[in-house]
């Protein structure tokens, strides 16, 4: 287990990361929450939407189009730094650690996808305690339900898409009813509230 001081951020923020989770219907979701963060967000974003192992992804380059940060996928061993989103590739779980290393998984599938939110989640819990912001946005299925409570138990904020916005109401409904949330929210006033949170750095 790491210890949350151990995550790499500024130490005046009181967020050191936040973690996004989205399958059915994410890339429109996933487009209007990146877009609304401004460029030079002090804190990393990581990204899991359930993709089609199947095909050539260009997830990153079609938020990278929406978001004013850059958006990359992210790469085995690098660094989540500041400003920047990281996009879990097609089949990898993506998972982070201390000093918000990432770590690539072919590990098994966990409720028949991967990446897993899940997983992620769990991950950012683990690294960052109470530092931590986990978002579900629409898909269908319960991923993210585990990951949420992980976050939510080491006193890190949940934040879950209203299911009445959401195209496919299954995530964000399964987050809710497990009563891990924080924040129950209209599409369009999530990144209003993951602003709010964590640009208010405390005095």
Do not use: W
């Amino acid at each position: 287990m790491n210890d949350p001081g151990t995550a790499r951020s500024d130490p005046g923020m009181p967020y050191g990361i936040i973690a996004i989770a989205a399958s059915a219907g994410g890339i429109t979701a996933l487009g209007r929450v990146l877009g609304s963060l401004p460029a030079g967000f002090p804190i990393p974003v990581l990204v899991v939407q359930h993709l089609d192992p199947r095909h050539k992804t260009v997830i990153a380059e079609v938020l990278g189009r929406r978001a004013k940060m850059p958006v990359k996928l992210a790469q085995e061993g690098e660094r989540a730094e500041p400003g920047a989103i990281y996009v879990a590739p097609p089949n990898r779980h993506l998972l982070v650690g201390a000093d918000g290393v990432l770590t690539l998984s072919n590990s098994e599938l966990v409720h028949f996808v991967r990446p897993s939110a899940d997983l992620l989640f769990e991950s950012v819990a683990g690294s960052y305690g109470p530092r931590a912001i986990a978002c579900v946005l629409t898909g269908t299925g319960s991923d993210g339900v585990m990951g949420a409570s992980a976050v939510k138990s080491r006193g890190g904020t949940v934040i879950a898409e209203d299911p009445d916005t959401a195209e496919f109401k299954g995530m964000p409904e399964a987050v809710v009813a497990s009563g891990a949330v924080d924040f129950v929210l209209p599409l369009d006033e999530v990144a209003t509230v993951i602003r709010g949170l964590v640009e208010a750095v405390a005095s």
